[in-house]
């Protein structure tokens, strides 16, 4: 017998008890925790910059008109004058000064860890815990894009962010089903190993900057 | 930012011995070593007091927190009773999307099918922190194939480089301080001068890593979760090692206890509240990767998932064990756990220590072998009510003891039989079996106790009873029992 028959034979003489007829949704999952957040959306958006930036990461909340000027001063702060972009990423999001370094044809992993960083857009942040959800879809790139560079430069739209992870979860439903990679990422890389504190900057990058366009 | 001066060596990675479920563990005799080793009780309860405060912190500001410890109990009810439905789910959905699933009966199983993968393609392997590895002794069957398996969580480097086994599932090195970690990795990596701060330490993971995630080939992970339903597979860290482990190379293999499935989607949205906010104190820890099969262009093009047994399927048979395998490996219950804050985690004998380990271990490797750790509780209850999915440890740890002591009775034979508490027992249990003879003994009792009782209370009994009256008094027996007072009432009308 296969290793598989055999498991699932073991599984099926351990379920003995549950009765033949019992379909998996006959066992109940009442699902009455929260489900959306009805709190006004300026609330919401300012909550997600203040959890983002409780993570130690620095947040711009900018008008749309102010948003290129924002990026090239956060870049300009810290002397970054190549940036990885990915593909899809809105081409006026780039300031005149910068030289940005494509994916098309693929930069190797050593491009990418010894590039100054990256500027992503983002699927979606999630207020109640500053986290910002990345579906590797159009400007925010395959996986290594935003995870080999030091720093990591993400722009989120106002109306991007919802309250609550369940309402995260059902709009990454279809990206999920599409069989899609989706990255959660809450502030820079930290580690809590040592006595449990927690230290910001392990292996991926250990700066994050949000900029929320409102 | 803090520099530290670094010239890379070639690092001994010192060949982890039995790694773990030792098959005997005997909690009774390793817990006074570890609580005679003061630095130890220093750093464990500095750790366990400050993670949590912090998990305190982040679920009292969760209105609806019972609400979702009651949906996470019902997503892993609803799972383990269709287990064998949603398997086949499961294989589905990956095969579909280019992985290749694997079943492994037993550890030896798992580690055949994972160093055969591997020997096709590399020497050195790359590995996210798994307690599902730890459990089946992955690294030392992969060394005894002539391969390395480099930890790159700081906790599971810092343990391989010391030669160490984790004492906590979450943080493996929770039993070292600062201090003792800089002067590990001065000594084993070959740091010239570092300080003690933790980010200096943590920088020095970085550099040492870095080359590693940059050329190795084939990466080694478990699963937090996988789901039926869409085949997706999830990774829950904070350092970004398990982001580099899962993306970078060529060849990934997962390796996942068969309970960790769940049915939808949806239930992440249960899930990713519950785990991080009840492991690390966080409203979320910093990376969350989901991924499914292989993604054309982005991450490794081959991957493969294995499923593992080895003695769940035993689990999931005891109707009141069952609810052990709802486990999501957070660790409150460790946390909480005034044993486990302690005596450490190495006490415990087993790859999973505290109270989860105590109800887990002798479960998964039969309680014969792990007869002592369902004692290793005070039967408080405190794990209980910190347990996202509500598993009911105390209740699960009451029926272990059970089962501990029918098995004993059972395959121990005369000298068994001959235990004064067995003896003790049999004996009592022939006095409830007769009224006769039951106040029979409670007019001997009374009598009995005649030359100790001092006050109402007996402060000490002798011979093996005196166990008892050793560190408390025992209230004596009254004067007049209730069945005496009931004769009487009733006479009396």
């Known amino acids: 017998m296969s290793a598989k028959d055999t498991i699932l034979r073991r599984i099926h003489t351990a379920l003995r008890d549950v009765p033949p007829a019992e379909r998996p949704e006959d066992v109940r999952v009442a699902r009455d925790y929260r489900l959306t957040d009805d709190a006004p959306r300026a609330e919401i958006v300012q909550q997600f910059a203040e959890r983002v930036a409780e993570y130690k990461a620095a947040v711009r909340v900018v008008r749309e008109a102010d948003l290129v000027a924002t990026i090239a001063a956060a870049l300009r702060a810290r002397g970054i004058s190549r940036l990885v972009v990915p593909a899809g990423l809105p081409e006026a999001w780039l300031p005149p000064d910068i030289t940005p370094l494509r994916d098309t044809p693929p930069l190797s992993h050593t491009q990418l860890d010894t590039s100054e960083g990256v500027i992503t857009s983002c699927a979606l942040g999630i207020a109640q815990t500053g986290t910002i959800v990345l579906d590797h879809g159009l400007g925010q790139g395959r996986r290594a894009l935003s995870l080999l560079p030091d720093y990591h430069l993400c722009i989120v739209r106002a109306a991007q962010v919802i309250g609550l992870v369940p309402e995260a979860i059902g709009m990454l439903d279809e990206a999920a089903h599409a069989g899609r990679p989706l990255t959660f990422i809450s502030g820079p890389s930290a580690t809590s190993d040592i006595e449990l504190n927690r230290v910001e900057g392990v292996h991926g990058p250990r700066t994050l900057e949000v900029i929320v366009i409102v | ?493």
């Open chain 2, 1 to 493: 930012m803090l520099f530290v001066l670094f010239v890379v060596k070639k690092v001994r990675i010192v060949k982890p011995q039995s790694v773990l479920i030792e098959l005997q563990p005997l909690f009774e005799k390793n817990a006074p070593k570890a609580l005679a080793n003061t630095q130890l009780r220093r750093n464990m309860g500095k750790a366990t007091q400050t993670i949590r405060g912090k998990r305190a912190a982040v679920v009292d500001e969760m209105p609806d927190w019972e609400a979702l410890r009651e949906a996470g109990r019902a997503i892993k009810a609803r799972t383990l009773r269709h287990l064998d439905s949603y398997l086949l789910q499961l294989e589905d959905s990956v095969t579909r999307a280019g992985g290749s699933v694997h079943w492994a009966r037993d550890a030896a199983e798992a580690n055949a099918i994972i160093t055969r993968l591997v020997q096709q393609q590399a020497r050195e392997v790359i590995k996210i922190k798994s307690l599902t590895t730890d459990e089946i002794k992955l690294n030392a069957a992969l060394a005894d194939a002539g391969i390395t398996a480099i930890e790159t969580d700081l906790a599971e480097l810092i343990i391989q480089l010391a030669g160490e086994h984790s004492s906590h599932i979450l943080v493996p090195a929770i039993h070292k301080n600062r201090a003792e970690i800089r002067e590990l990795f001065m000594r084993t990596l070959g740091v010239a001068e570092l300080s003690d701060e933790p980010t200096a330490l943590a920088a020095v993971a970085r550099t040492y890593l870095r080359e590693k995630f940059l050329t190795t080939r084939v990466a080694i992970s478990g699963a937090n979760f996988a789901v039926a339903e869409t085949g997706t597979v999830c990774v829950v860290e904070s350092e970004g090692n398990g982001r580099m482990c899962l993306t970078l190379p060529d060849l990934l293999i997962s390796v996942m206890g068969i309970e960790k499935v769940i049915p939808s989607f949806q239930d992440f949205e249960v899930m990713l509240q519950l785990l991080p906010r009840s492991s690390t104190g966080e409203r979320m820890n910093p990376y969350t990767s989901l991924w499914r099969g292989v993604t054309p262009g982005d991450g490794p093009q081959e991957f493969h998932l294995v499923l593992l047994d080895n003695g769940r399927s035993d689990v999931l048979a005891d109707t009141v064990g069952r609810q052990t395998l709802n486990c999501i490996r957070c660790s409150a219950c460790l946390n909480i756990c005034p044993i486990y804050e302690r005596t450490g985690g190495h006490a415990y004998g087993s790859v999973y220590p505290g109270p989860i380990g105590a109800i887990l271990t002798p479960q998964l490797v039969g309680v014969e072998h792990a007869r002592s750790l369902p004692f290793a509780s005070t039967l408080c209850g405190a794990c209980y009510d910190v347990c996202p999915v509500k598993i009911n440890i105390p209740e699960v740890l009451v029926h272990l003891r059970g089962e501990v002591v029918r098995q004993q009775q059972d395959t121990g034979g005369l000298r068994a039989a001959l235990e004064p508490e067995n003896l003790a027992m049999t004996a009592l249990a022939k006095l409830f079996e007769s009224r006769l003879a039951y106040e029979a003994a409670q007019q001997a009792g009374k009598l009995g106790q005649l030359p100790l009782k001092h006050d109402g209370h007996i402060s000490w009994l002798p011979g093996l009873l005196g166990g008892w009256t050793a560190m408390r008094d025992l209230e004596a027996m009254p004067d007049e029992t209730f069945r005496e007072w009931w004769a009487k009432r009733k006479a009396e009308g």
